[in-house]
């Protein structure tokens, strides 16, 4: 067998390798059919933050929710009327004995350690979407997220994490409700 016989056999056998780890290679990469489908538990909290009113427009229901927010004690941060978006935020100061109180059953609720209570704030923030239905005309989707961030007293994140207790958005949607029958009553 002449030299040029085994390298054209050796660069054959190695094309063949090469095709060969390439084509498992392609295969063992397939992306998974249900790699962005939405786990159960992603699609309950959805659920538990979102809710329908109907009202005249989109701007009734961000007034209505920036009145119960307010009345909630949060002080409005962020309105993007054209977004329909709303943030507002409620800062904890852990000095006194009512925000340790309320501080001890935030972390109650949301599973966190006994070691919170040495922070120097605790820092809720809830944002609010509002878009119109695509199922039915004169009715808006409002969806709300709670989330908490814990600072300590050198003013370093010592945790964050969002809120999902069902009690809570429960109660938010309970004052936005109540707000939007009376910001609908008034402008009636």
């Known amino acids: 067998m002449n030299t040029r016989n085994r390298q054209y056999k050796g660069t054959c056998l190695c ?15 397939q992306p998974d059919p249900n790699l962005l489908r939405l786990s159960e538990s992603t699609l309950e909290i959805r659920a538990m933050q979102t809710r329908t009113f109907a009202a005249a427009s989109e701007a009734e229901i961000l007034a209505a929710t920036a009145a119960a927010l307010q009345d909630m004690e949060y002080n409005i941060d962020q309105i993007e009327s054209p977004l329909g978006v709303i943030s507002a935020s409620k800062v904890s100061d852990a000095d006194s004995t009512s925000e340790f109180t309320t501080r001890l059953l935030l972390d109650l609720l949301c599973g966190c350690g006994g070691s919170q209570f040495a922070a120097d704030k605790h820092v809720i923030t809830i944002t609010t979407v509002v878009l119109p239905s695509l199922a039915a005309e004169g009715e808006f989707v409002t969806r709300i997220t709670i989330q908490q961030i814990t600072y300590d007293k050198q ?19 309970e004052r936005l409700s109540k707000s939007l029958y009376i910001e609908v009553n008034d402008n009636a």
Request: hydrophobic share 50%; proline share 3%.
């Open 15 to 29: 094309a063949v390798l090469l095709i060969a780890a390439l084509a498992t290679a392609g295969c063992a990469t």
């Open 155 to 173: 003013s370093q994140i010592t945790s964050r994490s969002a809120i999902d207790d069902p009690e809570a958005y429960q109660r938010i949607f």
